[in-house]
């Protein structure tokens, strides 16, 4: 059943850059497939605007631990990767 207090919690976590697999692994919210139900029916514009935002965390994150090496350079250079990679994903603009 649609829960809007829900899905907008969901919202907000994604625009701060957590990702929508790891939200609804929680206990209490719904499955990833129940959402994007939901997000189809009832708000596609905010989904994709916090999906673009999203992306925008995802870089910053990449930016802020590129400066932030741990010593181990393929490490380092792999998180990085798959940021770069997830951010380009969610926000190719």
């Given at each position: 059943?649609y829960?809007?207090?829900?899905?907008e919690k969901?919202?907000?976590?994604m625009?701060?850059g957590e990702?929508?697999l790891?939200?609804?692994?929680e206990?209490?919210?719904?499955?990833?497939?129940?959402?994007i139900?939901?997000?189809e029916?009832h708000f596609?514009?905010k989904?994709a605007?916090?999906?673009?935002?999203?992306?925008h965390?995802?870089?910053e994150?990449?930016?802020a631990?590129?400066h932030?090496r741990?010593?181990?350079?393929?490490?380092?250079?792999?998180?990085?990767d798959a940021?770069k990679?997830?951010a380009g994903?969610i926000?190719?603009?």
């Amino acid at each position: 059943t649609y829960n809007a207090e829900i899905a907008e919690k969901i919202l907000e976590r994604m625009r701060s850059g957590e990702t929508l697999l790891a939200i609804c692994a929680e206990n209490g919210m719904p499955s990833r497939t129940t959402f994007i139900g939901w997000a189809e029916a009832h708000f596609a514009d905010k989904y994709a605007r916090a999906r673009e935002l999203q992306g925008h965390a995802a870089a910053e994150a990449a930016l802020a631990r590129a400066h932030q090496r741990s010593g181990d350079s393929s490490a380092d250079r792999l998180e990085f990767d798959a940021l770069k990679w997830f951010a380009g994903k969610i926000a190719p603009r």
